[in-house]
């Protein structure tokens, strides 16, 4: 989730970008995992400030591990052109019966789910 710059005997010096950490986060390495090792392998230093990891790093991890869930998908079936109300309505109703509605335009007559 860093790009190394630098190694010293007592501390390495990283470079984390967003880049670097989607390709963590498509890994399976969660925001909170990053934040744990980098809290747990933080300079003795940085051990006496509170919080340990600044609160900007905290939130820019988080933020953009909330990037990759913004947007999901589902399959679906899309159904239009009913050639009567009543065959709309039935459509319609059964969806919401099932749980499979998601969206209804009535002014097109289109259901999908």
């Not at 390495?29 to 509170?50: C, G, N, R, T, V």
């Not at 600044?54 to 913004?70: C, H, I, K, N």
């Not at 309505?89 to 335009?105: P, R, T």
């Amino acid at each position: 989730f860093a790009e190394t710059l630098h190694r010293f005997e007592s501390f390495v010096v990283g470079h984390i970008t967003r880049e670097s950490v989607q390709m963590a986060l498509q890994n399976g390495i969660s925001a909170k995992q990053i934040l744990d090792f980098l809290e747990s392998h933080a300079h003795p230093q940085m051990l006496k400030s509170k919080p340990v990891i600044a609160p900007t790093v905290t939130d820019q991890l988080y933020l953009w591990e909330m990037e990759r869930s913004r947007l999901s998908t589902e399959e679906g079936v899309l159904y239009s052109q009913f050639l009567s109300d009543a065959d709309f309505k039935v459509v319609h109703e059964y969806a919401q019966n099932i749980g499979v509605c998601q969206l209804v335009q009535y002014s097109e007559e289109i259901v999908g789910g």
